[in-house]
C-alpha cells in the first residue's frame, strides 16, 4: 500500500459562520447512519465522523484522493439537503500529510476557538470509537487517531498550552492556589450573589473548598444561593464581622461605594492573626477600596485585574502553541513513516534480490566443480535453482502482501526486514 | 582520590545547579529528574570525600574552616534533598544548589592542612560544632526559601504575572517551608550556641571571655531566628516577615563566617 490516500473535508468556526455549521451539523444517530453509507460506497476504504458546534469533518481514506474529497463535499450537502456549490468558499479539504498535520492539530486543541480546551480532545475520541464500533475504520484511521490521542497528550504535557487559565473563574481559582495551595478545607464568603460571583464560588467548591457564607442585602437571595451552594447565610451587615473566617472574599453587590474599608480588613487580618485573605472584587462599580491591597498578607484582585491575567494568559497560549506545533511536525513525519513502513513490496523485491545474487554465486561455484556440463544441463540446473527460491517464498510473498493490508502489518514488516538482515 | 571525589561533588552541584535552573525555566521533566540524579551522585562524591578526609585525620570533620566549609555544604545538600522528597519543591534546587556549590568552591580556596589535635576532640567541641552546621544548613534553606517567597508573593500583589508565578510553588507551601525548617533549625541551632561556653567550661577556660568581634553578630544570628521562631508561634509572624527575617539572619550567618575565617 504505497499511498493510503488520506483525504478530510470540514467547515470550522474559523471560516464558517454558525448559521451554516448549524446545518452542516450530525447528530449521533446521523453519524451512525452516514458512516455506514460512506463506507459502504466502493470509493470509500475507511472514515470517521467529528461533528461538534465549532466543526464537522470527515476523515476518509479512499480509492482516489480527488475524486474522494468531491464526494465527501457532496456527500455533506446532499445529506443535509443543501446544494452544494452554495458552499464551496466554506470547505476545506486536505490531503495526506496535511489531513494528518490537521487532525494532530485538531486534537490537540490548537485549532480550538479556546486554544488549549480539553473538551476536544474527548469529542474526537468519541467519533473515533463511534465510528470504531460501527467498523468503518480500518488500518489507517484507527494508527492515525490513536497516534492523535498520543500526540494531543504529549502536547499537554510538554507545552504550557493548557496551564494557565483562560476565564475570569480560572484565573481566580488559580490565583487562590498560588496563595493557598490547597483549597480543601479552605472558607470562601460571597457578599453579593452575582451571577459571577456564584460561578467563581462553585469553582472554588470544586476544588475543595467547604464552608461557603452567603451575605446578601435581601436575606432570602442569601438563604437560596447558600442553599444551592450548601453553604450558610448571613445577615448583610454580619459580613464584617465574620470576614475573619473567610480565606476568599468574593465581593459583587450592586453597591455605588466601596463596602469594604482598608481599616475593616485590617482589623480582619489581626483578628485572623495574618493568616492571608484574597479577595475578589467582581462588582462594578468596585465593592472594596484599593487601597486593601497594601495591607500585608491581603491580595486584592478586581474585575480588571482579573480580565487583564486573563489576556496575558491567552497570549501565553499562543506562544506555547508554537512550540506545539514543532512537536506536532515532528510528529506527523513519524506517521508518514509508519505509513511508508507498510508497503510490503520493496521489501519483498530485496528479499528476492537477496536470493538471487546467492542463487547466481552459488550456482557458478558449483559449475566450476563439476564436469564440463552442456549448456542443457546448465540451463536445467539454473531453473532448477529458480524454481526452488520461487516455491520457497511464494507463501510468504503472498501472506506478506495480506498481512500489510492488516492492524498489525508493520510489525510483520519489521521482523521479515530483521529476519532477513535488510536494514544493516 | 580524595581530590578527585571532592572536584566531582564541585562540579555536580555546579551542573545540578544549572539543571535546576533550566527546569525552573523550561519546565521540562526530564531536566530535573537529570538534576536531581547530578546531585545525588555529588552528594555521594562529597559523602566519601568527608570519610576520606576523617580517617586521614583522625576525627570528624570539624576542626578546619576548610573542614567545616565541607561539612556544612554536605549538611546544605542532605537537608535540601530531604525537603525535596517531603516538600516536592524541585525548584528549589534552582536557589539551594548555587549555595551549596558557593560553600565548597569557597572551601576549595581555604588552606586544607591538617590541623593538629593533641587528642581525641572533646565531646562538647564536637556538638557544638555539628548542632551549629545542622543550624546553619538549615537557615541556608530558609534562606533560599525566603528568597522564593518573595519573588512569588511580590508577583502576587503586584498582579504583573510572569513566568515565575507558574513555576513557583504557592505561597502557602513556601510559608510553610520557612516554618519548618526555621522550627528545627533554630532550637539545634540555640543548642550548638549554648554548648560552645560548655565546651569552654570543661576546659577550663574562662566562660565568658568572649572575643567581642566573633561573638556580637552569633548573638544578632540567634535574636532574628528567635524572633521568627517565637513570633511564629505567638504573635502571628509569618509570610513575608518571615521570609524577610530569614533573609536578614542569613547575610548575618554569612557575615559572622567570614568574621571566623
Known amino acids: 500500500m504505497a499511498d493510503p490516500n488520506l483525504v478530510l473535508v470540514g467547515v470550522n468556526h474559523k471560516m464558517t459562520p454558525v ?3 448549524e446545518r452542516l451539523a450530525f447528530s449521533p444517530g446521523e453519524i451512525e447512519a452516514s458512516l455506514e453509507r460512506l463506507v459502504s460506497h466502493p470509493e470509500v476504504i475507511e472514515n470517521i465522523i467529528l461533528s461538534t458546534c465549532n466543526r464537522v469533518e470527515i476523515y476518509a481514506r479512499v480509492r482516489d484522493t480527488s475524486k474522494g474529497v468531491a464526494l465527501l463535499k457532496e456527500f455533506i450537502c446532499d445529506y443535509h439537503n443543501i446544494a452544494s456549490g452554495d458552499l464551496d468558499n466554506y470547505f476545506y479539504s486536505f490531503q495526506g500529510e496535511h489531513a494528518v498535520e490537521h487532525l494532530f ?12 480546551e480539553a473538551q476536544i480532545l474527548g469529542q474526537v475520541k468519541d467519533a473515533y470509537s463511534l465510528a470504531r464500533s460501527l467498523r468503518s475504520t480500518g488500518m489507517v484511521l484507527n494508527q492515525l487517531f490513536e497516534k492523535a490521542f498520543n500526540v494531543a497528550k504529549k502536547v499537554r504535557e510538554e507545552t504550557g498550552i493548557a496551564e494557565r487559565g483562560v476565564s475570569i473563574s480560572s484565573a481566580a481559582v488559580e490565583l487562590a492556589r498560588k496563595i493557598f495551595e490547597d483549597l480543601e478545607n479552605r472558607s470562601v464568603m460571597l457578599v453579593g450573589t452575582g451571577e459571577m460571583a456564584e460561578l467563581a464560588a462553585k469553582n472554588l467548591i470544586s476544588y475543595g473548598v467547604k464552608t461557603v457564607y452567603v451575605c446578601s442585602r435581601t436575606y432570602e437571595r442569601a438563604e437560596s444561593l447558600a442553599k444551592t451552594l450548601n453553604g450558610c447565610a448571613l445577615d448583610f451587615d454580619m459580613f464584617k464581622e465574620e470576614m475573619h473566617k473567610a480565606d476568599i472574599v468574593i465581593t459583587s453587590t450592586a453597591s455605588p461605594k466601596f463596602i469594604i474599608k482598608k481599616d475593616m480588613v485590617e482589623h480582619a487580618i489581626h483578628q485572623r492573626k495574618n493568616k492571608p485573605i484574597f479577595f475578589i472584587d467582581i462588582a462594578v462599580p468596585r465593592d472594596i477600596e484599593p487601597e486593601v491591597n497594601d495591607l500585608e498578607n491581603v491580595y486584592l484582585y478586581d474585575i480588571d485585574d482579573l480580565q487583564s491575567v486573563v489576556s496575558a494568559n491567552v497570549k501565553e497560549r499562543e506562544k506555547e502553541a508554537e512550540t506545539a506545533m514543532e512537536l506536532i511536525q515532528k510528529e506527523v513525519t513519524k506517521f508518514n513513516n509508519w505509513v511508508v513502513s507498510l508497503d510490503a513490496v520493496p521489501t519483498i523485491v530485496e528479499i528476492r534480490n537477496r536470493a538471487e545474487s546467492i542463487r547466481k554465486n552459488e550456482l557458478e ?60 | 582520590m580524595e581530590k578527585f571525589v571532592f572536584n566531582i561533588s564541585l562540579f555536580s552541584y555546579l551542573g545540578a545547579s544549572l539543571g535546576y535552573f533550566v527546569y525552573l525555566v523550561y519546565r521540562k521533566p526530564v531536566v530535573s ?85 593533641r587528642e581525641s576532640q572533646p565531646f562538647w567541641l564536637t556538638l557544638h560544632r555539628t548542632l551549629s552546621v545542622i543550624g546553619y544548613a538549615a537557615f541556608t534553606i530558609a534562606f533560599a526559601g525566603a528568597i522564593m517567597y518573595l519573588i512569588q508573593e511580590n508577583q502576587v500583589k503586584s498582579k504583573k504575572l510572569g513566568i515565575m508565578y507558574f513555576r513557583m510553588p504557592s505561597l502557602e507551601v513556601l510559608d510553610k517551608l520557612n516554618d519548618k525548617v526555621i522550627t528545627i533549625g533554630f532550637p539545634l541551632f540555640t543548642l550548638g550556641f549554648m554548648t560552645g561556653p560548655l565546651w569552654k567550661a570543661t576546659m577550663d577556660m574562662p566562660v565568658l571571655a568572649w572575643d567581642i568581634t566573633k561573638t556580637w553578630p552569633l548573638v544578632i544570628v540567634w535574636l532574628i531566628y528567635g524572633v521568627i521562631f517565637f513570633g511564629r508561634m505567638f504573635s502571628g509572624i509569618r509570610g513575608k516577615k518571615a521570609a524577610q527575617g530569614a533573609i536578614v539572619g542569613f547575610v548575618m550567618v554569612v557575615l559572622t563566617y567570614f568574621l571566623h575565617v
Open chain 1, 19 to 21: 448559521e451554516i455549521r
Open chain 1, 105 to 116: 492539530r485538531v486534537s490537540s486543541s490548537l485549532d480550538s476557538m479556546v486554544l488549549g
Open chain 1, 365 to 424: 561455484k558449483a559449475l566450476s566443480k563439476m564436469e564440463p556440463l552442456s549448456d542443457e544441463d546448465k540451463k536445467t540446473l539454473s531453473i532448477m535453482t529458480q524454481s526452488v527460491i520461487n516455491k520457497i517464498f511464494h507463501k510468504p510473498t503472498i501472506n506478506l502482501k495480506k498481512q500489510t493490508q492488516s492492524q498489525e502489518g508493520h510489525v510483520y514488516l519489521k521482523a521479515i526486514r530483521h529476519l532477513f538482515h535488510l536494514d544493516d
Open chain 2, 33 to 117: 529528574t537529570v538534576a536531581t540524579a547530578t546531585v545525588g551522585a555529588g552528594l555521594l562524591a562529597h559523602t566519601v570525600w568527608l570519610g576520606l578526609r576523617s580517617m586521614e585525620t583522625g576525627h570528624g570533620p570539624y576542626t578546619t574552616t576548610f573542614e567545616i566549609g565541607m561539612f556544612f555544604s554536605w549538611l546544605i545538600v542532605v537537608v535540601y534533598f530531604l525537603t525535596e522528597w517531603k516538600y516536592k519543591i524541585k525548584d528549589l534546587g534552582a536557589f539551594v544548589l548555587p549555595l551549596a556549590f558557593l560553600a565548597v568552591l569557597f572551601s576549595a580556596l581555604l588552606s586544607k592542612d591538617v590541623a593538629f589535635v
